[in-house]
């Protein structure tokens, strides 16, 4: 896709580097099972991540923008209280 892009000689090298790559890696997963079954459990277990991040920025945000004045009034007796 890179070089459909960009169009240039150096694009087409890279493109073909990065097919290349690609085909090594799925042949490697098809000839290592376990490294396969391990991927896969990556997979099945970083699933839920991207929408427990956005979850954790989201409520980040709404704690910043909270209405809350930003010092509260000290809470005991203080000698300037008399």
């Known amino acids: 896709m890179?070089?459909?892009v960009l169009r240039g000689?150096?694009?087409a090298a890279v493109s073909i580097a990065?097919?290349?790559v690609f085909v090594q890696l799925r042949?490697?997963?098809s000839t290592h099972r376990d490294l396969s079954a391990?991927?896969?459990e990556l997979e099945r277990r970083i699933?839920?991540?991207?929408?427990a991040i956005a979850n954790l920025f989201e409520a980040i945000r709404r704690l910043l923008a909270?209405?809350?004045p930003a010092s509260k009034p000290k809470i005991?007796?203080?000698q300037g209280n008399r």
């Open 9 to 11: 000689p150096r694009a």
């Open 47 to 51: 699933e839920g991540h991207d929408e």
């Open 76 to 78: 005991g007796y203080h």
């Open 38 to 40: 391990k991927f896969a």
């Open 18 to 20: 990065i097919v290349r």
């Open 66 to 68: 909270s209405d809350e």
């Open 27 to 29: 042949e490697l997963i």
């Open 2 to 4: 890179l070089a459909s």
